[in-house]
């Protein structure tokens, strides 16, 4: 079975961009939409136009292919999509924000008292799901096409894999399909080398590393991603694809990464050095240093920014700059004396794999900002979980997957069986099969909690009106995230927002 890239491109891209377009004709008023609009066919014709997508073929094997989606299906289905079964706490959120777009006019304002509030968060991935949910009139059409629709996106993920690890291999094949929900850091070997070192006991402690005396150290599997906070995961794993088969576009570069913004704002934080990284170097190394100020300075570029980019920016800006409690903000992360917990994490988790990975990488800016940004997060800290070390890590820890499944083709399981260190290979992978302890234990303990008979039972929120309000006493996380208040003087509200 073959698939051209030129097609995958086409299809990838319109994922990420229907739900765009569904945001910009709901949310902003007839001017804006419509320039908008043009500014984003016009990118998506001069990405065509100028021959800009590749039209080489993947190879798959159809068998593993089918696998594949089966196996996906099944992965969705106890990772909670289409609330089949009992939920993670984070679900409260994502079938509230579901309930307000399907039933609430767009864009979603709320009213409590004297407050007026317009929900603000990253809703990108719930858009299609809310449409379907609208045009058949019921929000439990809108949880089963959540399903249907996250699982498009992480069988494209799969396919954009295939074609840049080039995997013909039908074995290496399924070890990509098994790889992509199941990959994580050697959790594990690290919480058994902390207690040994320091006596502290973390092991059995599930996604967490450590979670105590105000330090919160996680960087998630790919399942717990897929567990907790699939919205903000799916469309970051398809740009950071997209960027690597398409790295040499600078002049399209806004149309390939803006809307991330819409899908995980941390998440897309993530991407940012990692792209800066790449174009630093380009602009060193390059002697026609005029051919990438131009690609930067594209037409594209421009447009785009000062249509969808300015429009997304002033969306999230009533929720960025509005005040907020101290305990939720930024903050370095408070080691306190307890510095061997940082080097212990990084050490084992991020370096063992960087000198495993080094000589086929030793080229490759993008490599080198990986590793230095997954060494550097959890020195900081932000929000009451510290999500930004747990979702700014999403793309550096998904290209890291990558250079490792690169490797496995290339050095263990590719046809030539050359193998420059047996040492180092054993190394590498016993730290894969042991980081895919804990995403398989979630994974079971989803499955063994099935009952059919309490058909996604769990809390429910219903609504995020409630919590829309600053006067109530709990729940800081919630109340300051997820809103723009005084949307009176708010500036997208005022000169963007569809007015009703």
């Not at 910009?24 to 136009?49: E, K, Q």
Request: proline content about 3%; aromatic content about 16%.
């Amino acid at each position: 079975m073959q698939i051209r890239k030129s097609l995958l491109t086409t299809v990838t891209l319109l994922y990420i961009y229907i739900p765009i377009i569904f945001f910009i004709c709901g949310w902003t008023n007839l001017g804006i939409c419509s320039v908008t609009m043009l500014a984003i066919i016009y990118n998506f014709w001069h990405m065509h136009s100028r021959g800009k997508i590749s039209d080489e073929k993947i190879s798959i094997d159809i068998v593993v292919f089918i696998f594949t989606i089966l196996f996906f299906a099944w992965v969705g289905f106890y990772a909670g999509w289409g609330r089949f079964v009992d939920q993670t706490s984070d679900w409260n959120k994502h079938n509230a924000v579901l309930y307000d777009l399907v039933n609430l006019k767009w864009p979603v304002y709320y009213v409590n008292g004297s407050e007026h509030s317009m929900l603000v968060y990253y809703i990108a991935q719930y858009i299609v799901p809310a449409v379907f949910g609208k045009i058949v009139g019921t929000v439990r059409a809108a949880e089963v096409m959540f399903y249907i629709w996250n699982e498009i996106g992480l069988l494209l993920v799969y396919i954009h894999v295939l074609a840049l690890v080039n995997s013909k291999n039908f074995i290496m094949q399924y070890v990509i399909s098994f790889m992509i929900p199941m990959f994580s850091i050697p959790l594990w070997i690290s919480e058994y080398i902390l207690k040994i070192v320091t006596d502290i006991d973390r092991i059995e402690e599930g996604m967490w590393f450590f979670e105590k005396d105000g330090i919160l150290i996680q960087y998630s599997n790919n399942f717990t991603l897929l567990h907790w906070v699939v919205p903000q995961v799916i469309v970051c794993w398809l740009i950071i694809e997209l960027f690597l088969e398409n790295r040499e576009c600078i002049d399209l570069y806004m149309f390939l990464f803006l809307p991330g913004i819409l899908f995980g704002t941390l998440s897309f934080l993530g991407i940012i050095p990692i792209i800066g990284s790449y174009v630093l170097a380009r602009l060193i190394k390059d002697n026609n240093k005029m051919y990438i100020v131009k690609g930067i300075l594209s037409l594209d570029n421009i447009v785009l920014f000062i249509s969808l980019g300015i429009v997304i920016v002033l969306y999230f800006y009533g929720n960025i700059m509005g005040k907020k409690p101290e305990t939720i903000g930024f903050s370095m992360q408070p080691y306190n004396g307890k510095n061997i917990i940082y080097f212990i994490f990084v050490i084992v988790n991020i370096l063992i794999y960087a000198i495993i990975l080094f000589n086929d990488n030793k080229n490759n800016c993008i490599f080198y900002s990986v590793i230095i940004e997954l060494m550097v997060l959890p020195l900081f800290k932000l929000g009451k979980w510290n999500d930004l070390v747990m979702r700014v890590s999403i793309p550096g820890l998904f290209l890291l997957m990558i250079f490792i499944l690169r490797y496995l083709n290339e050095k263990i399981l590719s046809a030539n069986k050359k193998v420059f260190n047996k040492l180092l290979n054993m190394i590498l992978i016993m730290f894969l099969i042991v980081g895919m302890y804990y995403p398989f234990q979630e994974l079971s303990a989803s499955c063994k909690s099935y009952d059919p008979s309490r058909l996604g039972h769990g809390n429910e929120w219903s609504t995020m009106e409630k919590f829309a309000n600053r006067q109530i006493s709990e729940s800081d996380d919630v109340k300051y995230n997820y809103y723009a208040y005084d949307i009176e003087n708010n500036l997208f509200y005022k000169y963007i927002a569809r007015k009703r």
